[in-house]
């Protein structure tokens, strides 16, 4: 069975740092990619980042690039993908999600939110003025 669980989201100050870590578990091969979404009250899912599994090739939404700051680490027959933000503003408050999508290998990753395959249940990021 696949799991995709968030963890990380917290209240901070504008112009600092956060990490959100998600736990993917469950694939027996790296035929995946996994993808961070947001979704602020009232707006859209809207995509973030994401990176493939098989060939570690990343995509950044243009709002976050040089800001955020996608990465992966393996061990515990897990896949754990990080997603550092630097320079939080309040417009990056939201519910963050992690979400894993089956894909060929060597295929890359795409932030499609129609093509997700498994979703986390979110965690909250709340950035003060």
């Known amino acids: 069975e696949v799991q995709v669980v968030e963890s990380g989201g917290a209240?901070?100050?504008a112009g600092?740092?956060?990490?959100?870590?998600?736990?993917?578990?469950?694939?027996?091969?790296?035929?995946?990619?996994?993808?961070?979404f947001r979704q602020s009250p009232g707006q859209d899912r809207e995509g973030i980042s994401c990176i493939s599994a098989s060939d570690g090739r990343t995509v950044y939404a243009d709002y976050v690039?040089?800001?955020f700051t996608i990465s992966?680490?393996?061990?515990?027959?897990?896949?754990?993908?990080?997603l550092q933000m630097n320079l939080l503003r309040p417009d990056d408050t939201a519910i963050y999600y992690c979400a894993a999508e089956i894909r060929p290998i060597g295929s890359g990753c795409r932030l499609d939110f129609y093509s997700m395959d498994y979703w986390g249940k979110g965690t909250p990021v709340t950035v003060s003025s």
């Not at 992966?72 to 990080?82: H, L, M």
């Open 11 to 13: 209240m901070v100050q």
């Open 16 to 36: 600092e740092s956060l990490r959100l870590s998600c736990a993917v578990s469950g694939f027996a091969i790296d035929d995946y990619a996994v993808a961070w």
């Open 65 to 67: 690039k040089g800001r």
């Open 72 to 82: 992966s680490a393996r061990g515990n027959a897990k896949n754990t993908v990080f």
